[in-house]
């Protein structure tokens, strides 16, 4: 395997995948993205399941996200059987909350397990919590046990390229944003990039207050928007249009910008929520009929990085 230092911020406008295929009795349907490139997504069980992208290489397959569960990745890798039977050489972990790291313990010892040194550092802290938004969308949350981790092999701190195959793949771990340490795939030679849960294609993006960083989240999207890239593939649903990126990226700013509005009107910082959020463009922004909805851990990062900022300005430190 070649590693060098390289990778580039990107995205996809309009997708044109070959025709979904449902995989066996699995819950997969399976899209035919590029030739030997395909993504499993299960669009019947998003709390149980998220998409994983699978690439064909010369000396095996390269999968990114392990699923949240070792119960859904053996879903997972019978379904991938049905698509190639090379074996799984390579397993990415894009960032640390369990709906990527979950499934990890269920894969092929012999695979490599690939991660941003930052994933790693969570992982290995058993006091860390990776549950992510995968504990409030069980069915009983407080009885959610985690599922055991797996501790990545191959840690990146700067970009790298795969370089046999098809197709140039790169890796590139993005310090700040959604999910600190997440890491980006990209095709760049067909324009292609998986961005996981930089995106949420169901309008219910989850901020997560350890690892979010609202407007490193922004600007990782607007300089993707900029590239105009031909796909761009989320960790669920269908690979979405640069207008969708856009439209996303808007309602985040939006977001920070009701939030600092409260501030400049004095609003109580135990209303500043509330009053970020009386707005009909709540609506048009967000899916608000989601169960269980999100939207409210957005507004609570937003303002925990405002009042840091205040805090900062009148000279209290962090």
């Known amino acids: 395997m070649c590693r060098h230092v390289a990778v580039i911020l990107v995205l996809l406008s309009t997708c044109q995948a070959g025709p979904a295929v449902q995989a066996g009795t699995d819950p997969f349907v399976v899209d035919t993205l590029l030739d030997g490139v395909w993504l499993f997504r299960a669009p019947g069980s998003p709390g149980s399941h998220t998409n994983s992208l699978v690439i064909e290489r010369d000396s095996?397959?390269?999968?990114?996200?392990?699923?949240?569960?070792?119960?859904?990745?053996?879903?997972?890798?019978?379904?991938?059987?049905?698509?190639?039977?090379?074996?799984?050489?390579?397993?990415?972990l894009s960032r640390s909350s369990v709906e990527s790291t979950g499934g990890a313990a269920a894969f092929p010892e012999t695979a490599l397990v690939i991660s941003s040194a930052v994933t790693h550092e969570v992982l290995a802290d058993e006091s860390r919590d990776i549950a992510g938004?995968?504990?409030?969308?069980?069915?009983?949350?407080?009885?959610?046990?985690?599922?055991?981790?797996?501790?990545?092999?191959?840690?990146?701190?700067?970009?790298?390229?795969?370089?046999?195959?098809?197709?140039?793949?790169?890796?590139?771990?993005?310090?700040?944003?959604?999910?600190?340490?997440?890491?980006?795939?990209?095709?760049?030679?067909?324009?292609?990039?998986?961005?996981?849960?930089?995106?949420?294609?169901?309008?219910?993006?989850?901020?997560?207050?350890?690892?979010?960083?609202?407007?490193?989240?922004?600007?990782s999207l607007n300089n993707l928007s900029m590239l105009r890239p031909r796909w761009i593939v989320p960790s669920s649903g269908e690979p979405i249009r640069t207008d969708q990126l856009r439209r996303f990226r808007d309602s985040l700013a939006w977001v920070i910008g009701q939030v600092e509005n409260a501030f400049i009107e004095r609003v109580e910082v135990d209303q500043v929520v509330s009053f970020a959020m009386d707005s009909p463009k709540l609506g048009e922004y967000f899916d608000l009929g989601a169960e269980p909805s999100f939207v409210n851990s957005l507004f609570e990062k937003a303002l925990e990085e405002s009042s840091q900022t205040a805090r900062k300005r009148a000279g209290g430190g962090p």
């Open 60 to 92: 095996g397959l390269l999968v990114v996200e392990a699923q949240p569960s070792p119960e859904s990745a053996s879903q997972l890798i019978r379904a991938i059987g049905s698509v190639s039977k090379k074996p799984i050489q390579y397993l990415v």
């Open 133 to 219: 938004a995968a504990r409030l969308r069980a069915p009983d949350p407080a009885a959610w046990v985690a599922p055991p981790r797996v501790l990545p092999e191959l840690l990146l701190s700067s970009a790298v390229e795969l370089l046999d195959g098809k197709h140039r793949i790169r890796l590139m771990p993005i310090l700040r944003g959604h999910h600190a340490g997440f890491v980006m795939l990209s095709l760049e030679e067909e324009e292609f990039y998986y961005v996981g849960t930089m995106i949420s294609a169901e309008r219910n993006p989850y901020a997560d207050m350890e690892h979010s960083d609202m407007r490193a989240w922004v600007n």
